[in-house]
């Protein structure tokens, strides 16, 4: 019998859109008839679709992009409803109900909000609900003004502990060189993210096209993410032919993305990858030693400066003495209270504070290297 997964599936703006056209009903269709497969195949699948914006632009008749965030907000707004509906009407053709989820960093970013996320989707897949996660709320800032669906998508991966994350785009995989410059440029079948012999300078210069936002920087930086949940991790073109199917049989399809490193536990890979830091601790050498090459959690001795406002069990980052961040972690001591115990040691903090609720700045537990 075959073994049931769970897939994130994020479809590029240049596939869904259909090049400032609207929507792309064809590519959607395929993709439906690709995830029915899956499903009667007893795979759970989740879809991370952009277009909403592109869907805005094109019903509001702007030929560029907007470069101010409100009409981008606009062109969301008008687009999401838009993008819903056609995705449940393609979708109830196979006997599917689709339900439209929101999400942003933010939500990522909030370790309550995160798990309610979490709960949420993982409910839909329970009641065989195809999930439409769309990239750009018309509330969302970040997303719609720095970023992709790349991110977002990692972050769902590791969300619902994804077996499978794949980036579909309108470009084969990730290229050895950019094919502008070179003409010798050919497809990378693999690569393994901790190879320091690969170079991945071209790659990471790469720019995104008018109505998308993520080029192939932001799918490398994403891989990172959703390897650390332990998904295994894909580039590939949504316009080869049943490309998920390839995937699924174990065909050589796009560029697979490896990693060296261990998968991280669950609330490791929230700190790692999704919260957002409240404060900088810098540390320092014999700190640093410490926690990179002994394991160890964070004691007071070893803190040297305390910078931001931030409350018991936030997320902080640790800095070496040059500044350079070497790990994260939720704090046992608020902002004020590591100021005044910095430099000390763990027997010298109830003589400081008055009180002693843990000895550890940053138990090990709650402590992710960089």
């Keep these: 019998m075959t073994k049931s997964e769970k897939w994130v599936i994020k479809a590029g703006s240049s596939l869904v859109s259909g090049n400032q056209e609207g929507i792309n009903e064809n590519f959607i269709l395929e993709l439906a008839k690709q995830i029915d497969f899956l499903k009667k195949n007893?795979?759970?699948?989740?879809?991370?679709?952009?277009?909403?914006?592109?869907?805005?632009?094109?019903?509001?008749?702007?030929?560029?992009?907007p470069d101010t965030l409100a009409k981008l907000q606009a062109c969301a707004a008008v687009g999401q409803r838009g993008i819903s509906e056609i995705y449940q009407r393609i979708f109830e053709n196979f006997g599917y109900t689709t339900g439209q989820v929101l999400i942003t960093h933010d939500d990522i970013a909030n370790r309550t909000r995160y798990l309610n996320a979490k709960n949420t989707l993982e409910s839909l897949l329970e009641l065989g609900i195809v999930p439409i996660v769309n990239e750009n709320d018309c509330v969302a800032t970040e997303e719609i003004s720095f970023g992709d669906?790349?991110?977002?998508?990692?972050?769902?991966?590791?969300?619902?502990?994804?077996?499978?994350?794949?980036?579909?785009?309108?470009?084969?995989?990730?290229?050895?060189?950019?094919?502008?410059?070179?003409?010798?440029?050919h497809l990378l079948s693999s690569i393994n993210l901790d190879d320091r012999k690969i170079d991945l300078s071209q790659q990471l210069s790469s720019s995104s096209g008018?109505?998308?936002?993520?080029?192939?920087?932001?799918?490398i930086e994403a891989a990172k993410t959703s390897l650390n949940s332990g998904a295994m991790t894909w580039v590939a073109s949504g316009l080869d032919k049943d490309v998920l199917l390839k995937i699924y049989n174990k065909e050589e399809v796009g560029t697979q993305i490896f990693t060296d490193k261990s998968t991280l536990q669950s609330r490791k890979l929230w700190i790692a990858s999704?919260?957002?830091?409240?404060?900088?601790?810098?540390?320092?050498?014999?700190?640093?030693?410490?926690?990179?090459?002994?394991?160890?959690?964070?004691?007071?001795?070893?803190?040297?400066?305390?910078?931001?406002?931030?409350?018991?069990?936030?997320?902080?980052?640790?800095?070496?003495?040059?500044?350079?961040?070497?790990?994260?972690?939720?704090?046992?001591?608020?902002?004020?209270?590591?100021?005044?115990?910095?430099?000390?040691?763990?027997?010298?903090?109830?003589?400081?504070?008055?009180?002693?609720?843990?000895?550890?700045?940053?138990?090990?537990?709650?402590?992710?290297?960089?």
């Design 274 to 370: 999704f919260g957002s830091v409240a404060g900088h601790i810098i540390l320092d050498a014999g700190a640093c030693e410490a926690l990179q090459a002994k394991g160890k959690s964070l004691l007071s001795v070893g803190i040297s400066k305390v910078t931001g406002q931030f409350a018991k069990g936030d997320l902080v980052s640790c800095l070496n003495p040059e500044g350079k961040e070497i790990a994260r972690g939720l704090t046992n001591f608020d902002n004020q209270e590591m100021d005044k115990i910095k430099g000390l040691n763990s027997n010298e903090i109830k003589d400081n504070l008055g009180y002693l609720s843990q000895e550890e700045v940053i138990h090990r537990n709650n402590l992710v290297l960089s």
């Design 210 to 219: 008018l109505l998308g936002r993520g080029g192939m920087r932001t799918k």
């Design 42 to 65: 007893r795979q759970e699948v989740i879809i991370i679709s952009s277009g909403a914006v592109a869907k805005g632009m094109s019903d509001l008749g702007f030929n560029t992009r």
């Design 149 to 185: 669906n790349d991110r977002l998508g990692a972050a769902l991966a590791g969300l619902v502990r994804a077996d499978k994350f794949i980036m579909l785009t309108d470009q084969e995989g990730i290229l050895s060189d950019d094919p502008n410059a070179n003409e010798q440029a």
